[in-house]
Structures are given as structure tokens and as C-alpha cells.
């Protein structure tokens, strides 16, 4: 018998739908990354939105979609990023990432976003192609902090979620140094790009081939992210010419002492320096993640079947204790 109640909650979680990747196949989320406990499936849709479809760019892929808790004090926002590999997805779906309205409950408001493709971005000859989802992602959330006041947000607490490239995305920019431009004349750009927490399933969290490969022997993901063709040998090859981009876009590059603390979920248990069923959303990912951030002091909750220390069953359950603890010293 499972007498571990985060447990019981992790192997709950892995019985429920994929979440589906690209087209609603299992290209970028496969039968690797179930949803949350009580999610996708098992879930009602997300209620409509406060605001659908606001734009906070020029592309037409630059929409988000805003749902206001109900409060009389600024509240803190989950701030999802869909999943596809950077080539498909919506935010139609934040659904699977966050329960909405169990969000909204705790008086947490949320933010679903769409960003460009790699393809798209490749096509305006932008380099390297990865460069315009995760710059939207930044973007879209200096729009939202821009909002803080007309929204009742709290714009010091905000987490990023997500799943496969999304969570790649929140990681990065969770890791990132602060983007906002401070003597910019656009008052959106003056805005931070830090978060308050990530909390994110089935991440990548490198972007390096030559790590993927020595974690994971059968890895296959990422050439496409730098606009690199020829399957994941080209990549392999490549890696030396391109490694200013992998230090720049890579979250495990990012890691450093003053980042805000990482949640990470996979639905199956690490096994380093072996093939993987699954190797693009293989928990291989997280535990050297994890050990990157323990080693400079950040906190990183790794989540499987029979993690060791994991206290949260769900990425959504992390949100909301982390976002709505007590702040410590010098946080905000």
C-alpha cells in the first residue's frame, strides 16, 4: 500500500490524458507528462476568460488571454506558457497545465499566452529560431506586469508554468537575467522579466546536445530550436559553432545564486546515462537541473514515482503555497 500522500498524488496524475503535443499528437508531449491530479480529462474547461485575446505585440500570435481573481488587493498571477516543441499549441489549452478555476479560487489571477513558432521565425530570419518564442514569452510578461494596477495584479508575485517547450520557457525565464531596459521610452520594456517561482512538467532543461547525449544516449530534441535540419546528429555536430546561443538559451546555462526557486515534474524516474522511453521529457532532465541549483543555492523540487523528497503532487499545488507564502527577507 502507498502510504505517501505526494505520491499517491504523483501516480494519480499519471493516470490521467497526455497532454498532446503539436496537432494534438505526441510530438512534443507525449504519454510522458500526464496531467496535474483532477486535470485535463478529468477536468471541466477553463471558465471564459476576463480578457480573451488581448495583444501585447505586433504578431498575430502575440495574444494572451486574462482571467482576474476576485479580491480587493492585488493578487498574485500564474503566468502559462503552452507546450508544442515551439512549433504548435495554444493557449487554448492552459487547462492543462493549471486547473483555472481551482487557481482562481485561491484568489490567484492567470495569464495564458501564444508566442511565435520556430518555423515562423525562421521564416522572418530571426536567429536563432528559439530566440522569438522565448523573447515573446519575456514580452508578454513585462505587458502583463505594465497591467499590474488596471488588473489588480500583484506584479512582484508572479509564476510561470507550462509543459515540455512551455516549461523549457519558464525555466528560461526564471534563470535569465532581468530584461527589462529601465531608460527604455517604451514603458512596457521597463519592465522586469524576473519571476516569483517556475513550476513546470516535463521540461527540457538544456539545450546543449552534448549534455542531452551523455544524460540521455537516445536524446533527439532541439535541433529545430536553432534552425538546424539533418535530425539530432547535425545537432551533435553543430554544437561547437553554436554554443554562444546554447549558453544564451539553454536554462541549465542560466542557473545562478539570486534566481527564484524551480518545481519540477516528470512522470517516470531517472535513470542517467541511459536510453529512455521517452527521452524528451525524460526526469534525466531534472536531476541534473537539480543538482546545478543546489549547487549554487537554488531551490529545486524534483517530483517522479518515487522521488525522495518531494512535498508537492502537482505543479499547481506548488503555485499556490509558493505564491501565496509570506515573503521572506529582502524578497520583495
Given amino acids: 500500500m502507498l502510504t505517501n500522500p505526494i505520491m499517491r498524488g504523483v501516480l494519480t496524475a499519471m493516470t490521467t490524458v497526455a497532454l498532446a503535443g503539436p496537432g494534438g499528437g505526441a510530438a512534443d508531449v507525449p504519454g510522458a507528462i500526464r496531467a496535474a491530479p483532477g486535470a485535463a480529462a478529468a477536468r471541466p474547461p477553463a471558465p471564459p476568460p476576463t480578457l480573451a485575446g488581448v495583444s501585447y505585440g505586433t504578431h498575430e500570435r502575440h495574444v494572451l488571454d486574462f482571467w482576474r481573481a476576485d479580491s480587493p488587493r492585488p493578487t498574485p498571477l500564474v503566468f502559462v506558457i503552452h507546450g508544442g516543441g515551439w512549433q504548435g499549441g495554444e493557449k487554448e489549452r492552459v487547462n492543462r497545465f493549471v486547473d483555472v478555476a481551482g487557481v482562481l479560487a485561491e484568489g490567484i489571477s492567470v495569464v495564458a499566452i501564444n508566442y511565435r513558432f520556430v518555423k515562423q521565425a525562421a521564416e522572418a530570419g530571426i536567429e536563432p529560431p528559439v530566440r522569438a518564442p522565448l523573447h515573446d514569452a519575456a514580452r508578454a510578461l513585462q505587458f502583463v ?140 532532465f531534472g536531476v541534473r537541473l537539480q543538482e546545478r541549483c543546489r549547487g549554487v543555492g537554488v531551490a529545486c523540487e524534483l517530483v517522479y514515482p518515487g522521488a525522495p523528497e518531494a512535498r508537492h503532487a502537482s505543479a499547481q499545488e506548488y503555485l499556490i503555497e509558493t505564491l501565496k507564502a509570506p515573503a521572506k527577507a529582502g524578497k520583495e
Fill in 145 to 284: 506586469r505594465s497591467k499590474a494596477a488596471e488588473w489588480n495584479i500583484d506584479k512582484a508575485r508572479i509564476g510561470a508554468a507550462g509543459g515540455s517547450a512551455g516549461a523549457c520557457s519558464s525555466l528560461w525565464l526564471a534563470f535569465h537575467d532581468d530584461l527589462g531596459e529601465a531608460r527604455s521610452e517604451d514603458p512596457v520594456a521597463r519592465e522586469s522579466t524576473r519571476l516569483w517561482c517556475a513550476a513546470v512538467n516535463g521540461a527540457q532543461t538544456t539545450l546543449d546536445p552534448q549534455q542531452m547525449q551523455e544524460w540521455t544516449p537516445n536524446s533527439r530534441y532541439g535541433a529545430h530550436a536553432f534552425g538546424i535540419t539533418g535530425g539530432f546528429g547535425a545537432f551533435l555536430a553543430k554544437r561547437d559553432e553554436i554554443l554562444p546561443w546554447i549558453a544564451e538559451y539553454s536554462p541549465y546555462a542560466l542557473v545562478s545564486g539570486d534566481d527564484p526557486p524551480i518545481y519540477l515534474f516528470y512522470n517516470a524516474p531517472p535513470a542517467l546515462g541511459q536510453d529512455q522511453k521517452d527521452p524528451t521529457h525524460t526526469s534525466n
